[in-house]
């Protein structure tokens, strides 16, 4: 008999330290839930990364309507949403919209960080435009470095021309796809000339190289004007 209400004891006891067990673990994972969906909740949902589309060379080369497909937005542009453009180049002389946002992530970011990619003919067509999800979604950049980077994330239009200008320059149908587009987002968009700044222009960087053709470039944005 005795051992028996031991035995019953016992299993009681086991049976407590159980419940106490479950208990405590549903607490714990109840908590660690609450947390985890508060910090999905601060940091925004990870939309699609290099999701997006192309505007091949041979379309981008028709003439200024060839471009009125990009404003065909997922999200509605907002009037004076946009309040500048930034130009920048890859850096590296193969490159994709792809192989851009793999290095995005690498950083932190959450996808490519450009609103538009020109290629080189090197990973994608010479003069093809590629429209990132962040312009199709109408989401802030991450392009911008510098002490007011912050503000041109926000507030401006990020492209990214594939290459190193540093090294080499720039093919003659990036440069031709580059005003085409720059002219017609600022036309549509209500940006100044003067609004459309290079990367090393607001940060301590060379980009979009020491090779980019500056001065031409700006001759063809007083046209806008």
Known sequence: MKRNAKSSRSSASRSSTARRTRVVWGALLGAMTVVGGLLWALDGAKGPSSGGWALPALVASAGPRSYEGIFSTKAPITPGRWQGIVIHHSGSVVGTPASLDSEAQA????????HFVLGNGSGIGDGEVHVGYRWMQ??????????????????????????????????????????????????????????????????????????FPQAWFREQLTKLN
Not at 107 to 114: D, E
């Open 138 to 211: 109408q989401r802030p950049g991450a392009h911008a470095a510098g002490k007011s980077g912050e503000w041109y994330n926000l507030n401006t239009i990020g492209i990214c021309v594939i290459g190193d200008g540093d090294r080499k320059t720039f093919t003659p149908e990036q440069m031709t796809r580059l005003v085409g587009l720059v002219n017609s987002l600022c036309r549509e968009l209500n940006i100044p000339a003067d609004r459309v700044v290079l990367h090393r222009d607001i940060a301590t960087t060379t980009s979009p190289g020491e090779l």
């Open 107 to 114: 950083r932190g970011l959450k996808g490519l960080g450009y």
